[in-house]
């Protein structure tokens, strides 16, 4: 085995030991003090209460992925032409910019209610805090990816007298695709905690309805189970986004 080789194994072997270690500590430390479960359950307690309600740990893990996704969608698609509209027009930037920026100024726990008023207690809300949480990282950075075109290309393509619509697709929005992921991966993990937000306002399904009920009947290892559930979602869609942009943009190291 080279050095090399022995350096890859090592480098690769200290996250998981580390993680170990944690629990270990953790386990320990709950175990040594005697602190109360229902304070702060020990991860071996908190692997019995996932195992023991795991279906319906796995149903609520698809209904709030599902609010997710869905929300995450619905936000792609409202703010990429809107950002192509703010890019392009100073007036529209003028009037839209303000009311963006007057949402996102908004704690979307206090709009809660008023959605969940407004939609009724069923999936809407929570998809609809979804695209609110979503919407402003997207917009934002796609506008900023639109306007990060090189001028010299700019007045390249210009001067040979291309068109708008071959300046956009050959050179705005390749220029705008690594602006439009970042946008998209803070967006994910946003949308994740406007799912859960909504489903603490006004839910019957969904993890965050099963933290509410488990915690307020003092089933702290089952709420921290779907907490952990939670965070594995977050990383895995984050994952899913950055497979895709390593996938489409290809010229950027």
């Keep these: 085995m080279t050095a ?32 109360p479960t229902w304070i702060l359950p020990a991860p071996t307690e908190i692997w019995s209460a996932a195992v ?17 996704v ?19 027009s100073a007036r529209a930037r003028r009037v839209i910019y ?7 100024s908004v704690p979307k726990v206090a709009i809660a209610p008023l959605v969940t008023l407004w939609f009724g207690i069923n999936e809407w809300p929570k998809i609809v805090i ?13 506008v900023t990816g639109l306007e990060s075109a090189p001028r010299g290309m700019l007045d390249l393509m210009r001067s040979m007298r291309a068109s708008e619509m071959t300046i956009f697709r050959r050179l705005r929005m390749p220029s705008a695709l690594p602006h439009l992921f ?20 006004a839910a019957q399904e969904g993890l ?10 003092s089933q702290t290892p089952l709420a ?9 979602i977050s990383i895995v869609l984050f994952g899913a986004i950055e497979l895709v942009e390593r996938r489409v943009v290809r010229w950027t190291p």
């Design 182 to 201: 970042t946008g998209c991966k803070v967006a994910i993990t946003f949308a994740v905690i406007g799912a859960v937000i909504g489903e603490f306002v």
């Design 4 to 35: 090399r080789t022995l350096s890859t194994l090592v480098d690769r072997a200290t996250t998981p030991i580390i993680y170990i270690l944690v629990l270990a500590a953790w386990e320990l430390g709950v175990r040594v003090f005697q602190v």
């Design 224 to 232: 921290f189970a779907a907490i952990i559930l939670l965070t594995l």
């Design 98 to 104: 303000p009311i963006v920026l007057a949402l996102q």
């Design 130 to 142: 979804v695209v609110l949480v979503c919407f402003f990282p997207i917009l934002v950075n796609m």
């Design 70 to 88: 869905f929300g995450f969608a619905l936000a792609l698609a409202l703010s990429l032409p809107l950002a192509v509209t703010i890019a392009f």
């Design 52 to 68: 023991l309600w795991a279906p319906e740990l796995f149903f609520n893990s698809l209904v709030t992925l599902r609010e997710t």
């Design 208 to 217: 965050g309805y099963l933290i509410l009920m488990s915690t307020s009947q």
